[in-house]
């Protein structure tokens, strides 16, 4: 069986998230570059990729890569790629292009260039002159830059965010591979509860929902190589069958999406419900100002508005000053927050434990990391010492992603996501956490919901202290 170069592609700054996803899925020869992730696999690897990577934006395979300063450099290195033990006779081949720091920066030039080299190169091998491309399609990427000419194949079809579940989707909505990233970038595992107060339509509880239950992303869609004649479909049928049989049916901890939004509650439940997760996520119509929870040692993993639009701009700045006044009363909760508002740390009151550079499409964005404590374990001792966690040493490993500038590159080394706990250490986990009652603590449920109480209004009490007065004048 072949094997090829392989390529996932991934939005800046995400690079290493996916590659962490290859390694755990087995693949250990990963290089990171901007914006991809080169490793190799065969036929089988193509269709595991594709429906277990949550982060990347596609798999391609690599079919050559060389310097191109000029166009018949580029026709000559294209025509002596083995584009026929690719592409089928009648195979419908497109090709697009694009440039980037490059002399050969007429895109449409470069794309017919490309096609004539290859239809050259296939009628050596077919001894033939014409071909009707009425098959299976293959598209096909000519990238430029910096003058090095890459060469691929999409085995994707529509990019790995469209998951399959979601017909309808909201105003501005998070695309699933970023949801996926932010998450894997969190500490949450599946010992802890996760709160998305801002959940629009619904995409990293769902997201959280589908790792948490170990469900692959794109059981429910297809891909453009299933219909490639030379990858027989039982791979697909048993790459399938495999992911079908790892999903789990439950997560330990509550997951809860909020929004203030009646009609996006809606749209996120039917989305939880598509995705097959709607029986482990608590929706709920709520302002941001009411969070409230029993919980302890959860994660906030929230998207809010940005305030991009004309006229938003003083009404975003106040529900970020809320969001610090009310995410202060969850002191064992972490907090991460992805927005494009260049003063949220002075407005949220806090500054970040750490930043993430991400573009949200192509808008650059600021993912705000505040770590909290790490939840106890039943096997801790008493010992306050022994129980607290410095997180920041957790992170040392990624920090030559802080704050980085745009345009430079970024060589990754591997972050150090949360593992998924075992159903025994989980249930561990949720036993040691109780309420700060003043006696007898009860024992918390890990499906309780969170307590918005605006039944009454709080009003200051006073104290008559002029008979203490006449007292010390005695």
Not at 134 to 145: D, K, N, P, W
Not at 289 to 314: A, D, F, M, Q, W
Request: hydrophobic share 35%.
């Amino acid at each position: 069986m072949p094997r090829f170069d392989l390529i996932a592609t991934s939005t800046f700054g995400l690079e290493n998230v996916v590659a962490r996803e290859l390694q755990q899925l087995g693949y250990e020869d990963c290089k990171v570059t901007d914006g991809r992730v080169v490793f190799s696999g065969d036929e089988h690897d193509i269709a595991r990729c594709n429906l277990w990577l949550r982060s990347a934006d596609r798999v391609l395979i690599r079919v050559g890569e060389f310097p191109a300063t000029d166009f018949g450099e580029l026709f000559d290195r294209t025509i002596d790629l083995p584009w026929a033990e690719l592409l089928p006779i009648d195979a419908q081949f497109p090709v697009k292009g694009r440039s980037v720091r490059s002399r050969l920066h007429a895109v449409p030039k470069v794309q017919g260039v490309t096609k004539k080299a290859i239809v050259e190169s296939l009628k050596k091998t077919h001894n033939r002159f014409r071909f009707d491309e009425t098959g299976a399609e293959f598209v096909i990427e000519v990238s430029l830059l910096k003058d090095i000419a890459t060469l691929t194949i999409d085995t994707t079809g529509p990019g790995l965010h469209k998951r399959g579940y979601r017909a309808i989707v909201g105003t501005a909505p998070l695309r699933e591979t970023m949801a996926a990233g932010l998450i894997q970038l969190s500490y949450w595992n599946t010992d802890r509860p996760l709160i998305d107060p801002f959940c629009g339509s619904g995409t990293i509880p769902i997201e959280a929902a589908m790792i948490g239950q170990n469900i692959a992303p794109g059981l429910q869609r297809s891909f453009a190589a299933e219909d490639w004649p030379w990858i027989k479909r039982q791979i697909w049928k048993d790459a399938r069958t495999e992911a079908r049989d790892l999903k789990k049916k439950s997560l330990p901890a509550p997951i809860m999406a909020y929004d203030h939004d009646p009609d996006a509650i809606r749209l996120s439940q039917r989305g939880a419900t598509d995705a097959g997760v709607g029986g482990s996520i608590r929706f709920g119509v709520q302002e941001v100002s009411n969070l409230r929870t029993p919980l302890k040692y959860g994660c906030v993993i929230t998207n809010p508005p940005y305030g991009e639009r004309l006229g938003e701009h003083e009404e975003i700045e106040a529900v970020y000053r809320i969001m610090g006044k009310t995410f202060a009363t969850l002191d064992s909760w972490s907090v991460y927050v992805l927005t494009s508002h260049r003063r949220f740390e002075q407005l949220f009151g806090r500054r970040a434990d750490r930043r993430r550079k991400l573009y949200n499409g192509r808008l650059e964005c600021q993912y705000y990391q505040y770590q909290g404590p790490r939840p106890p374990r039943a096997d801790d001792e008493v010992d306050d010492e022994q129980n607290t966690y410095d997180e920041q040493a957790a992170h040392k490993e990624e920090a030559a992603f802080d704050e980085n500038d745009a345009g430079k590159a970024h060589l990754h080394e591997p972050i150090p996501l949360p593992t998924v706990a075992t159903a025994e250490t989980s249930a561990m986990a949720l036993e040691s956490i109780v309420l700060p009652t003043a006696e007898t603590p009860p024992v918390v449920d890990p499906c309780a919901t969170f307590i918005a109480d605006c039944s009454e209004v709080q009003e200051a009490e006073t104290l008559d202290v002029t008979h203490v007065a006449d007292l010390l004048d005695n």
